[in-house]
């Protein structure tokens, strides 16, 4: 046959199929693993794209750190400020979800390493565009999960921004994973069917697959694992990564239990600031001198001028109650926090703006990228967006912003501007 003389001439290294020798692979136990990526990558990318919209990214160049997103842009919508806890869902379900996938990810990347290493390199010329394709769907993968992962677990150390990085690569990826999901899904789907009728263990995979490359060892050694018990140890990995992670999203002892996730801060303490902070006012070079009650003025611009006021001044508006989440990107996030200030509307109306318009938000902060933000017209108008001044019946403590911080319902964490020094409405 052409394959034995082939191996006759290929005898060594991981070119020859027999170097394969794990009873484990084939197409079922790929199958399987296919099928979970097919449903949890799929979220990931839906999840992704809304929170690159939650960004405000149309109020360019503002917050869009994309430029020249061009149609991959073309899906953006206004994110709404209802219900309060979106993103914080979102955006949780993008991370931890993300995390569990890493170990169904790995071994499938392990069930098909086989294939890399198939000759000739190319049979045909489908055959080349299929394992280009492949480049992408593995090479964006790895890229997709690294990036991610390092985002949430260590900050942004990307040269450049993290956001065109990981968006443009979703793309790339999610292009090569919907030809790899068009080329392999029934396949993969008609081999759980046979699965789950039943068909025995081992000694019968009868791939649907062309035998060429066939998934399974030709030459076996013994099982140590049942095929059952090597999904189960995958499936277990998730779980556990799911189990130390998870409680990033929640307040109190839960939190406790996300070992694997660095809170983006200290430890929260008690007292009424005891909720995560991501940067601290030392960390984002506030000097207290700039925040004391004679230093500080808000600095509130539009359309019939500029007003200069106090921490005291802005007392003597009408202030609200709020009860509103963080929820970062990194994907942590705090149940409500009773927030207290003075509406964004308010505060527009006070430049001149009585309909709904947008706004750009400016910080004291000295240190690190992030110093402004800009917020559509809709969460302007909300009556829940707040210039906070108080939270949990306490002044802001200097982490959480004093003297002042924006708090907006549904919208990323980093769109909550804290130590804040100047508004400016309506010119976007
Ligand atoms: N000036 C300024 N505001 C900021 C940030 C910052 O680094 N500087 N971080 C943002 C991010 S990414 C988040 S998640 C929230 C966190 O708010 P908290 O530290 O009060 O929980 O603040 C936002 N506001
Ligand atoms: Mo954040």
Redesign the pocket.
């Known amino acids: 046959m052409a394959r034995s003389s082939l191996l006759g001439r290929l005898p060594r290294g991981p070119f020859a199929p027999d170097f394969w020798r794990s009873p484990l692979r084939g197409p079922r136990f790929t199958s399987v693993l296919g099928v979970v990526l097919l449903a949890g990558i799929t979220v990931m990318f839906v999840t992704g794209l809304v929170s690159y919209a939650a960004y405000n990214p149309d109020l360019s160049p503002v917050n869009d750190r994309t430029p020249g997103k061009g149609i991959l842009g073309f899906y953006l919508f206004s994110w709404p400020t209802d219900p309060p806890w979106l993103y914080r869902l979102t955006q949780g379900v993008h991370v931890t979800l993300g995390l569990a996938l890493v170990p169904v990810l790995l071994a499938k990347l392990w069930s098909v390493v086989p294939r890399l290493f198939t000759l000739p390199p190319a049979r045909s010329v489908t055959h080349a565009l299929e394992r280009i394709s492949l480049l992408l769907l593995v090479g964006g993968a790895l890229f997709e999960f690294t990036t991610g992962i390092l985002n949430v677990q260590l900050d942004y150390i990307f040269p450049g921004s993290f956001y065109p990085l990981h968006f443009y690569g979703a793309w790339v990826f999610f292009g090569a994973f919907l030809a790899h999901t068009v080329l392999k899904a029934p396949a993969a789907f008609r081999n759980l069917r046979r699965m789950r009728q039943g068909a025995g263990e081992a000694g019968d995979e009868d791939p649907v697959e062309a035998p060429v490359e066939d998934l399974a060892a030709p030459r076996p050694d013994p099982p140590t694992v049942s095929r059952r018990g090597a999904l189960g140890l995958v499936g277990g990995g998730s779980l556990l990564l799911v189990a130390t992670s998870a409680g990033r999203s929640f307040d109190g002892p839960l939190r406790e239990t996300a070992v694997l996730a660095p809170h ?2 200290p430890e929260p303490g008690s007292g009424p ?1 005891a ?6 006012a030392e ?2 070079g ?1 000097r207290p001198d700039d925040t004391t009650e004679e230093a500080w003025r808000l600095t509130v611009t539009g359309r019939t001028g500029t007003v200069r006021l106090s921490r005291a001044e802005l007392l003597t508006l009408p202030q609200h109650d709020v009860a509103l989440p ?5 994907g ?1 996030s ?1 149940s409500d926090q009773d927030w207290r200030g003075v509406r964004l509307r308010d505060l527009a109306a006070l430049a001149g703006h009585d309909d709904p318009v947008d706004v750009f938000v400016e ?3 000295l240190r ?1 990228t ?4 800009a917020l559509s017209a809709d969460q302007v108008a909300d009556g829940r967006s707040l210039l906070a001044l108080f ?1 949990n019946g306490a002044e802001l403590t200097p ?3 004093h003297p002042a ?2 708090i907006v319902p549904a919208a ?9 020094d100047r508004l400016t409405f309506g010119e976007l």
Request: aromatic letters at 12%; a positive charge; charged letters at 15%.
């Open positions: 983006g801060g600031g909720f995560q902070v991501n940067k601290t960390y984002a506030i963080i929820a970062c990107v990194e942590w705090t910080s004291l902060q690190g992030w110093r402004h933000a939270v982490d959480h912003g911080r924006v990323p964490g980093v769109l909550n501007t804290k130590w804040v």
